[in-house]
């Protein structure tokens, strides 16, 4: 009688052995699919902060102004103001420039974060990475330079040493309202309008487009040309030329 009842107990052991195992299964199943859910509200919460396309503001300005370099610092800027010539008195003190026109001085060898750090813009090595100038004026690498291949004249002298008189050019038209008999320069011709102030220190009488009809003067320059010599002293005038220093009359 030992042998059904070790074949019941050994089926009863068969049958809880592979309850368990099914069990264990579906608490793993259970498991995993928990940790998934969970997981998946963790990535919703992670990007809910994004904000949308829609809700995003942006700040619009009403002036027709375009600008390629910082043209968000212009649409951003608040130009009203400025915009209503009508209503708007510019002075000294409410002058400034436009928005994004003026930068801040790029400070260079302070940092390779700054983008100008440790070379500072000049590269690693190379004659024009050392300190001084690379090379002298004119030099072209190595070709023929511009000033050798220009052609040379007989009586233009070039190069080093050699320099051009700059005059300030007076025309004659500007002495043909001047009274007979008077004694004009550049200054008296400043003076009364008839020309403008220049940068040149001294003057040349050149002869100008309309007729010389001035008679009878007394013109002081430091060159006249021979046409503009000539008019002058077919009208009964003088020309006195100046020193350069002093501007003393040296001749007549």
Not at 19 to 31: G, I, Q
Not at 146 to 170: C, D, E, F, Q, S
Not at 175 to 198: C, H, M, P, R
Request: hydrophobic share 40%; net charge positive; glycine share 8%.
């Amino acid at each position: 009688w030992m042998a059904p009842v070790s074949c019941v107990v050994r089926r009863a052991s068969l049958t809880t052995h592979h309850t368990f195992h099914s069990l264990l299964l579906t608490m793993t199943s259970l498991v995993v699919a928990f940790l998934a859910l969970v997981a998946l509200v963790a990535t919703v919460d992670a990007f809910s902060f994004v904000p949308r396309a829609s809700s995003v503001t942006s700040i619009r300005s009403t002036s027709s102004l375009t600008m390629k370099i910082f043209d968000w610092k212009r649409r951003q800027a608040d130009e009203s103001v400025l915009n209503d010539v009508e209503n708007t008195v510019f002075t000294l003190d409410n002058l400034k420039p436009a928005p994004g026109s003026r930068q801040r001085r790029k400070r260079k060898g302070r940092g390779i974060a700054a983008g100008q750090g440790a070379t500072c813009g000049f590269g690693m090595r190379g004659q024009k990475a050392r300190a001084g100038r690379p090379t002298r004026p004119g030099f072209e690498g190595g070709q023929t330079p511009l000033y050798r291949r220009l052609p040379k004249y007989v009586g233009k002298p070039m190069g080093a040493g050699h320099t051009k008189t700059i005059y300030n050019i007076i025309k004659t038209d500007a002495l043909n309202k001047v009274a007979s008999g008077t004694t004009v320069n550049f200054d008296s011709l400043l003076e009364s309008g008839a020309i403008t102030k220049s940068k040149h220190g001294i003057h040349k009488i050149v002869m100008g487009k309309e007729d010389f009809t001035a008679k009878d003067i007394v013109v002081q320059a430091h060159a006249f040309s021979a046409s503009a010599r000539e008019a002058i002293e077919q009208n009964g005038g003088k020309c006195q030329v100046l020193k350069r220093t002093t501007g003393e009359v040296i001749a007549a």
